[in-house]
């Protein structure tokens, strides 16, 4: 299985999927999904689930920031900014429902919740995982749940990294 995304050039994450782009929640923070493309799954797939996370938040939060969480993705193409439009989907809680972020509500947390690295440039890391059904899952998931979840159903995985700057 190999995922590609056209917001992701030369292993930068372009500007507009972050705190630089011009697409925010009510409380500021970045909406703009990122456009993700899946080939060659395995045969049997019934359906694709994603975390994207960034594992360089540790030292300034204590844990991997999530970004993302989806689940039941039964296409291959998700375009830019689908987490915001698409209802075919579910979608699970990202990070900025903690004190670290600020606590905001459910509603806002559950969809793409854009890069804004406070102490330079962080690799991000998106995960997709084939898998052989559909999860019994609710938006509003955790990422625990998911994981639990997906346990002895996932086909293949493959993890696509970009880093996210201040544009130069």
Do not use: R
């Given at each position: 299985?190999?995922?590609t995304s056209t917001g992701i050039i030369n292993g930068v994450i372009q500007k507009q999927y972050g705190e630089y782009g011009s697409?925010?929640?009510?409380?500021?923070?970045?909406?703009?999904?990122?456009?993700?493309?899946?080939?060659?799954?395995?045969a049997g797939t019934v359906s694709y689930?994603?975390?994207?996370?960034?594992?360089?938040?540790?030292?300034?939060?204590?844990?991997?920031?999530?970004?993302w969480l989806a689940a039941n993705i039964t296409r291959t193409v998700l375009a830019s900014n689908e987490s915001q439009t698409a209802t075919d989907?579910?979608?699970?809680?990202?990070?900025?429902?903690?004190?670290?972020?600020?606590?905001?509500?459910?509603?806002?947390?559950?969809?793409?919740?854009?890069?804004?690295?406070?102490?330079?440039?962080h690799l991000y890391e998106l995960h997709v995982y084939a898998l052989d059904c559909l999860l019994d899952m609710n938006n509003g998931f955790l990422l625990n749940e998911l994981h639990r979840k997906m346990d002895g159903h996932i086909l293949d995985s493959y993890t696509l990294k970009?880093?996210?700057?201040r544009p130069t």
């Open positions: 299985m190999i995922v697409q925010f929640n009510p409380n500021g923070i970045p909406t703009y999904s990122l456009p993700i493309q899946i080939a060659n799954a395995p689930a994603l975390v994207l996370e960034d594992k360089d938040a540790y030292p300034v939060t204590g844990f991997a920031w999530i970004h989907f579910v979608q699970g809680q990202n990070s900025w429902f903690s004190i670290q972020g600020g606590n905001q509500s459910p509603a806002l947390c559950c969809f793409y919740g854009g890069m804004t690295p406070p102490d330079g440039p970009g880093v996210y700057q």
